[in-house]
């Protein structure tokens, strides 16, 4: 994850008694990181009550909604690296779905003790998304991502080790918000890709929320390598 380019128009949080606050004024104190150690930091902290928050408070949708597509393309017995895995909800939804060649990484150790304690997954390890992966060339048949490419989240740059990793005719399935679609670098990025035969286009969902009440809307977007 990357954030240079956001530090003009984030608002800093003390760090002394900041979990005195709302859910939306937690929203903003992750989004406030000033770099990718303070934001692992937030992370790691909120990582305990991060499903609820998500799930109960705001009927957290994003992982049932990218599984629809994912299932339509990726095989039961494909290798799937679930890319800003957090918590680990994307890979509870597709272990029930009969996934069992599941990898996260995640930039929070904290968030990825809370997945693997989920016991889904077969791997977990700390990488950051723009930066490059500890993977070998077309490791995975498959990559997942839910909420992570978003306004100050991972950066477009991201997909190329993505890409790097994945194996020819696989799969990268993802969320993406409008915003950062038109503002941080996604449209050039998905057409320089597309331009130079890197992947190919298949299909995107509409334009919704994935928690309620969020106010930003995401898609589901399929491409294939």
């Known amino acids: 994850m990357h954030f240079e380019q956001f530090k003009c128009c984030i608002i800093a949080y003390p760090i002394k008694h900041r979990w005195n606050m709302g859910n939306e004024d937690k929203v903003k104190w992750i989004y406030s990181s000033k770099d990718n150690q303070e934001l692992t930091e937030r992370y790691d902290e909120w990582a305990k009550d991060y499903d609820s928050y998500l799930e109960r408070e ?10 629809g597509f994912f299932t339509r393309y990726v ?4 290798r799937v690296l679930d890319a800003g895995a957090g918590t680990g909800l994307m890979g509870e939804v597709l272990a029930k779905l009969g996934y069992s060649e599941l990898v996260a990484i995640d930039l929070s150790d904290g968030m990825l003790e809370e997945a693997r304690n989920k016991k889904v997954y077969k791997e977990l390890r700390q990488m950051v998304l723009g930066e490059a992966l500890d993977f070998a060339d077309k490791s995975f048949d498959a990559v997942v991502s839910v909420g992570t490419f978003t306004m100050a989240h991972a950066p477009a740059s991201s997909f190329d080790e993505l ?36 992947w190919k286009f298949m299909e995107k969902s509409k334009s919704q929320e994935l928690s309620h009440g969020s ?8 491409f294939q390598l």
Do not use: M
């Open 58 to 67: 705001h009927s957290y949708k994003g992982p049932q909604l990218t599984a």
């Open 215 to 222: 106010g930003v809307e995401h898609q589901v977007w399929v």
């Open 163 to 198: 890409i790097r990793i994945t194996k020819t005719g696989g799969y990268i399935i993802f969320t993406l918000s409008a915003e950062a679609y038109e503002k941080s670098g996604f449209k050039e990025k998905f057409a320089a890709l597309e331009s130079t035969n890197k």
């Open 75 to 78: 095989p039961k017995t494909a």
